[in-house]
């Protein structure tokens, strides 16, 4: 009802709401100032009718206000103040105004880039309803439209000069910029608008391999904060079972300590008593002699004197032989070595945790160069002993841990869970993080260097124990010349210099493992680029009897 309203009390020419309206002899109102300028147009013509019925009027008529009219409109100005706040329609100084707008401007909703003009919602109208309109370019309301006439020529700038990067007039095009690049604007927009599209589809991508990538950090500190939760219950749970450990054998050596200082005591007080007892038939029987010798009768004292008992030599004095012992001393010195053993043990442990710890990463940290020559590898150097626990039965551990020989017959091994119980493999005491170079030498027909997790399987004879048949595990075959790299039971082969001393080198952080071919010269043999999951052990496997490998001293 309000549109009708306004379109009832609008002006045809001006299409806004009538000002100081006049009502013409046909019947149809128009702004004074509106009809007034229609009509001195037409001067020259006599030319006078109405611009929308077209009844001509043989004479100018006189123009007198309509003041009911004008009450009118007055009315519906006020009901449309009250009915919309100001900020919703009328254009404020941020705001792109409506240039046809007269009195207080509305907002324009649109530009329009023929006419070099902006318009409101009503004003727009005819660009959507005229024929007459229909070529001209609509776009969002801009208040610089003036940039778009070319400031020497007062015309609209439709062409691009390519050469001087800038937009210019068709006048310019044929002047000052003749023999330049020119194409239509609309040309270089197409054309550009083409590679914005491909621009922006790269950005898209980009931001999807962004928004993955923030994923997998966000799933990395998930895993991260996973992880160090486990590690400290788990770390807590250990130190409370050996914390319970040690006083389980702080109380036992208590215990045993109190049965035998009881045994000891009641054998000695036992011996005292029967001492104490000899001691008194001793002096009863010294009573009776200082008696008889107080006899004064000569024939008294020789006639008792026979009956007088004979002395025999004490039953238990010869079981008393009091050494220069240290009681209980020892047992303090024992559990002091202990201590002393515990202490080292866990000195060394300590270093390694810390390690361990430090050495976590999330890959974010650049990888350390690596070596260029064996005396750089050597600066990772580590010393790598041999676990017996974890060696076949048929394998011989010597030079203090170092080496192992394949044997004919079993060792004196004892059971234990982390034994390989088919293949004849050991692994390392140590843990390995961080950045590690090492060296075997090896003899025989054919052995195994390789690096393996913790948790790799050690019972039977399936691919998941032998190493680098499963992907816990990556090793170097040497077979008398030749060589193969295998890892998840892929084998690769590799050409390369025989040699009897392979050196290894493990970038646990950058997820390198590379192998190298050790003589005169050092040739690399293979290279593994992957991602360790957990700390890793060295290891061997000698496959005949004879075959052997030592872990050689850093030199």
Request: overall charge neutral; charged content about 25%.
């Amino acid at each position: 009802m309000e549109q009708l309203d306004r379109e009832t009390f609008s002006c045809s020419i001006c299409l806004d709401l009538l000002k100081d309206p006049v009502t013409i002899p046909c019947g149809h109102s128009y702004c004074m100032n509106c009809i007034t300028n229609f009509w001195d147009e037409g001067e020259k013509k006599k030319n006078y009718h109405c611009p929308q019925c077209r009844k001509t009027f043989t004479q100018r008529p006189d123009l007198q206000k309509n003041t009911m009219l004008a009450a009118l409109v007055e009315q519906l100005k006020k009901t449309e103040l009250q009915a919309a706040p100001a900020d919703l329609h009328y254009a404020g100084p941020e705001d792109v105004a409506c240039d046809s707008c007269t009195g207080r401007k509305l907002k324009a909703i649109k530009s329009c880039l023929f006419c070099l003009a902006s318009f409101c919602e009503k004003h727009l109208q005819p660009h959507y309803d005229s024929a007459t309109y229909k070529k001209h370019k609509l776009v969002e309301p801009s208040k610089n439209l003036q940039k778009n006439i070319c400031s020497r020529h007062d015309e609209v700038m439709k062409m691009f000069c390519r050469t001087d990067q800038k937009c210019v007039c068709y006048l310019c095009s044929v002047d000052e910029h003749k023999g330049h690049d020119t194409v239509s604007a609309a040309a270089e927009r197409t054309e550009r608008q083409r590679k914005l599209e491909e621009r922006r589809g790269k950005i898209h991508q980009m931001i999807q391999d962004q928004e993955k990538n923030v994923k997998l950090l966000q799933q990395e500190v998930e895993a991260i904060n996973h992880s160090a939760e486990k590690a400290v219950e788990d770390s807590e749970k250990i130190f409370t079972e050996l914390i319970r450990l040690f006083q389980k054998r702080s109380s036992e050596v208590k215990q045993q300590i109190r049965s035998q200082q009881e045994t000891e005591v009641s054998r000695v007080k036992d011996l005292q008593e029967k001492l104490e007892q000899e001691i008194t038939e001793l002096k009863r029987k010294d009573a009776e002699l200082e008696q008889l010798s107080h006899t004064e009768d000569h024939n008294q004292f020789l006639l008792n004197y026979p009956s007088l008992p004979a002395l025999s030599e004490s039953t238990h004095s010869s079981s008393i032989n009091i050494r220069p012992l240290r009681h209980f001393e020892d047992v303090t010195a024992a559990v002091s070595e202990l201590r002393e053993k515990l202490q080292d043990v866990l000195r060394y442990s300590w270093t390694n945790i810390s390690v361990t710890i430090t050495d976590v990463d999330v890959l974010l940290s650049e990888p350390k160069a690596q070596p260029k020559s064996r005396a750089g590898f050597l600066r990772y150097s580590c010393e790598i002993t041999l676990d017996s626990n974890t060696a076949r039965k048929q394998l011989l551990l010597s030079e203090g841990d170092r080496k192992v020989t394949r044997m004919n017959q079993d060792q004196s091994y004892s059971s234990h869970p982390d034994r390989f119980t088919y293949y004849c493999q050991v692994l390392s005491r140590e843990s390995l993080t961080g950045c590690c170079y090492w060296e075997v030498e090896w003899s025989g027909t054919q052995v195994y260097v390789a690096v393996a997790y913790k948790n790799i399987s050690r019972v039977g004879r399936g691919y998941e124990c032998k190493f680098g048949n499963n992907n816990k595990s990556w090793a170097l075959e040497c077979y008398q010349n030749s060589f193969r790299f295998g890892h998840n039971n892929i084998w690769t082969s590799i050409s390369g210099p025989g040699s009897s001393r392979i050196g290894v080198y493990l970038d646990h952080r950058a997820g390198i493992l590379s192998f190298y071919s050790i003589s005169e010269t050092m040739t690399l043999l293979h290279r593994v680029q992957t991602r360790f999951t957990q700390p890793l052990l060295a290891g061997v496997w000698v496959c005949n009897t004879g075959d052997s490998a030592e872990f050689c001293k850093p030199k």
